[in-house]
């Protein structure tokens, strides 16, 4: 991980050129030769007959030429995280050409996922953002099969849905079904990577519109969300990260945990419900998303403001980031990038 870590900031100092909703194929597809995806955000395809310095040649004149396509097959949480991730992308001056695109469907689990995709069920709204929109066009009633068939994507992410994800034995089975069904639809070299989301708030009062499922589960961890988090990770640190199959990945929830129990921001500022963030907590998901994705810690929030039109909230204006919330973020989100997988105490 370190090395596809050094390798992106590498070429980050030879290349320079990210996202809201449109309903037209179209638009999801690319114009750039395609080539053989590279194995890591930096990297990309060599031979083994070239020297040392052809080998830097090349994989910086590829670099520069190549649009990194990321998909995330995901739920709310996803959502949440990506909804903003294409303006942190632009605030934070990105300058590679990029496609960032989410794939949508409420609550959905890798089960869900795989059951969706045997029936190729037209259920999903996919989201597509490229470099230099700042926003999202969407592709409703789509399918997986024509959101993985859109792109040859260079990162294909799982994530966790809101079920109960320690029974590893039957996460396992439905991880190996959608990991095969990625490689029949994307059949050139991609990656596979992992995201971890947030655990439930510890506000009791926020989780009354959770179902009887849902709080089922929550009682199992007492409620409280680090213990929640803890299991979790535990999961994938046990499973996810020992599983060669799986070449980054990213967690935002030990981010949200860091602004709660060390900086001590209210639930009520990061959740608007039971599980999904408000528009402040998706800006800090999304900024310990993209720190974790470029390996660089987050030196400065340049990110001013989220317009009205792109909030989850109406009827308030543009949220307005203050010094004060920038610093926030930034702490949460290098927290995050440092101690991914750890629930911080004080």
Same mark, same amino acid.
């Given at each position: 991980?370190?090395?596809?870590?050094?390798?992106?900031?590498?070429?980050?100092?030879?290349?320079?050129?990210?996202?809201?909703?449109?309903?037209?194929?179209?638009?999801?597809?690319?114009?750039?030769?395609?080539?053989?995806?590279?194995?890591?955000?930096?990297?990309?395809?060599?031979?083994?007959?070239?020297?040392?310095?052809?080998?830097?040649?090349?994989?910086?004149?590829?670099?520069?030429?190549?649009?990194?396509?990321?998909?995330?097959?995901?739920?709310?949480?996803?959502?949440?995280?990506?909804?903003?991730?294409?303006?942190?992308?632009?605030?934070?001056?990105?300058?590679?050409?990029?496609?960032?695109?989410?794939?949508?469907?409420?609550?959905?689990?890798?089960?869900?996922?795989?059951?969706?995709?045997?029936?190729?069920?037209?259920?999903?709204?996919?989201?597509?953002?490229?470099?230099?929109?700042? $926003?999202?066009?969407?592709?409703? $009633?789509?399918?997986?099969?024509?959101?993985?068939?859109?792109?040859?994507?260079?990162?294909?992410?799982?994530?966790?849905?809101?079920?109960?994800?320690?029974?590893?034995?039957?996460?396992?089975?439905?991880?190996?079904?959608?990991?095969?069904?990625?490689?029949?639809?994307?059949?050139?070299?991609?990656?596979?990577?992992?995201?971890?989301?947030?655990?439930?708030?510890?506000?009791?009062?926020?989780?009354?519109?959770?179902?009887?499922?849902?709080?089922?589960?929550?009682?199992?961890?007492?409620?409280?969300?680090?213990?929640?988090?803890?299991?979790?990770?535990?999961?994938?640190?046990?499973?996810?990260?020992?599983?060669?199959?799986?070449?980054?990945?990213?967690?935002?929830?030990?981010?949200?945990?860091?602004?709660?129990?060390?900086?001590?921001?209210?639930?009520?500022?990061?959740?608007?419900?039971?599980?999904?963030?408000?528009?402040?907590?998706?800006?800090?998901?999304?900024?310990?998303?993209?720190?974790?994705?470029?390996?660089?810690?987050?030196?400065?929030?340049?990110?001013?403001?989220?317009?009205?039109?792109?909030? $989850? $909230?109406?009827?308030?204006?543009?949220?307005?980031?203050?010094?004060?919330?920038?610093?926030?973020?930034?702490?949460?989100?290098?927290?995050?990038?440092?101690?991914?997988?750890?629930?911080?105490?004080?």
């Amino acid at each position: 991980m370190m090395k596809r870590i050094l390798a992106f900031l590498l070429a980050l100092t030879f290349v320079f050129p990210l996202a809201s909703c449109v309903s037209d194929r179209s638009l999801i597809g690319t114009t750039e030769t395609e080539e053989e995806a590279p194995s890591s955000i930096a990297s990309s395809v060599t031979r083994e007959e070239e020297s040392t310095e052809e080998r830097a040649t090349n994989e910086q004149s590829n670099w520069e030429k190549r649009i990194l396509k990321i998909l995330i097959l995901g739920n709310c949480h996803s959502n949440d995280v990506f909804f903003q991730l294409a303006r942190v992308f632009e605030a934070q001056g990105f300058e590679q050409t990029y496609v960032l695109s989410f794939l949508y469907y409420s609550g959905c689990s890798i089960k869900m996922h795989v059951n969706f995709g045997e029936q190729n069920s037209p259920v999903y709204d996919f989201y597509t953002s490229r470099y230099g929109e700042g $926003k999202y066009s969407v592709k409703e $009633k789509a399918t997986l099969k024509e959101a993985l068939s859109a792109q040859q994507w260079d990162y294909v992410f799982f994530q966790n849905g809101t079920e109960d994800v320690t029974d590893e034995t039957a996460n396992l089975v439905y991880r190996r079904k959608l990991e095969a069904m990625v490689n029949q639809y994307v059949p050139l070299k991609h990656s596979f990577a992992w995201h971890l989301s947030w655990p439930a708030p510890g506000d009791r009062d926020m989780l009354k519109t959770a179902s009887k499922e849902r709080l089922e589960l929550l009682a199992k961890y007492d409620y409280d969300p680090v213990k929640q988090f803890t299991a979790y990770s535990g999961v994938v640190q046990n499973n996810i990260l020992n599983d060669d199959t799986y070449e980054m990945n990213v967690c935002t929830g030990s981010a949200i945990l860091y602004a709660t129990k060390v900086l001590g921001v209210a639930d009520q500022d990061l959740y608007r419900d039971h599980t999904h963030m408000s528009d402040f907590g998706r800006v800090i998901v999304a900024y310990a998303f993209y720190a974790q994705l470029t390996g660089k810690p987050i030196e400065e929030v340049k990110l001013e403001r989220i317009p009205e039109s792109a909030r $989850k $909230k109406k009827g308030e204006g543009d949220l307005v980031l203050d010094e004060n919330m920038k610093n926030i973020v930034k702490e949460c989100a290098n927290y995050a990038l440092s101690n991914p997988w750890v629930a911080p105490t004080k």
